[in-house]
């Protein structure tokens, strides 16, 4: 059975940082494309992040490049999101997803980030 | 990266169909066939029920289809079951990232 379990949120303020973590389990995390989908209270979904299986090529949606990094930790089946310069638009729950012939298959519980002063 | 559109909600009784639109451009939705569906209830994550445009995941009931036609992707959920009410969520691959839709509540009368 597929596992995700993320970690890391909190409360931070404005321009803060936080490291999110999901740790995965019950597939061979090493042959999957990973990403982070966000949702923001009473609102959408939202891609945030992908990294790719293979080579590690990492994709950013407009709104967090340049301020969040997706990196993958093989060895250790975990997932990172390394989330910087945070605004109080970044507060949402961040779902760790894995990806299947262009969708996600799997979703963790998420891990809730509110940006708050 | 402009949000797919999505109606807000959408309504059938039991036993009927209900049918959710998910409209984007040639950039995404009509450039690709990588559309998929996802079913979403209060509190919960997410459930994946459509990819590549028409498939099921193993265990999504044959009363769940997609199509598509140009720039606008389409789920059909057949025979309502009260279970079915949830939000709906269409996204699609746009080259180097994936887009969302603006998201649909659907009721069962």
Redesign the interface.
Known sequence: EVQLLESGGGLVQPGGSLRLSCAASGFTFSNYAM?W?RQAPG?????VS?IASGDGST?????VRGRFTISRDNPRNTLYLQVNSLRVEDTALY?CVKG??????D????TLVTVSS | QSALTQPPSASGSLGQSVTISCTGTSSDVGGYNYVSWYQQHPGKAPKLVIYEVTKRPSGVPDRFSGSKSGNTASLTVSGLQAEDEADYHCSSHAGSSNVFGTGTKVTVL
């Open positions: 990403a989908v609102k959408g979904l939202e891609w992908s994709y950013y949606a407009d709104s779902y299947i012939r262009g969708a996600y298959g979703w963790g519980q998420g």
